[in-house]
């Protein structure tokens, strides 16, 4: 094989691989976010496993959200209002709850990664198309 066809090749695998690596994390919902109000901040993260010593009562493979800040002091440092949310491939994310504080209840919902980098929350009761959508940014 030629060396420059063999490093043309090489140096094309190896972009692939960086852009499909990008695409992949930039579909992740995992960091902090800020709600639409702007006064609470939450962090997304992956179910974590059971220890010895703590039980964090989470699914591995799952996402889960607790409230980091939250000027209005509503909502307490920790509780968790995004419950088990499921990969449904490419940036939606579903079969998961949403606590919602007004009335002390959790929801059915989605989450959806938006192409500009902004997450749509939409929780129902029931049927999607009755319900409420908050659209949250990434924490700076």
């Known amino acids: 094989m030629n060396p420059l066809t063999f490093l043309s090749s090489f ?26 109000t ?8 992956k179910g974590r496993k ?10 591995v493979g799952k996402y889960y959200g607790r409230v980091i800040s939250s000027k209005t002091g509503e909502l307490k440092k920790n509780q968790k209002i995004i419950l088990a949310f499921s990969p449904q491939g490419g940036q939606t994310y579903k079969f998961g709850k949403i ?7 959790e929801y059915d919902g989605y989450l959806q990664l938006k192409k500009n980098g ?3 929350i939409r929780k129902f009761v029931g049927k999607s ?7 949250w940014t990434r924490a700076k």
């Open 129 to 135: 198309y009755v319900g409420t959508t908050e659209i």
């Open 99 to 105: 606590y919602h504080l007004r009335n002390d209840r």
């Open 11 to 36: 140096l094309l695998v190896v972009g692939l691989v960086v852009v499909s690596n990008a695409q992949s994390f930039a579909q992740d919902i995992t960091g902090q976010w800020t709600n639409s």
């Open 118 to 120: 902004m997450l749509k």
């Open 50 to 59: 059971n220890t010895k010593k703590v039980r964090y009562n989470e699914e």
């Open 38 to 45: 702007e006064d609470t901040k939450i962090l997304i993260y």
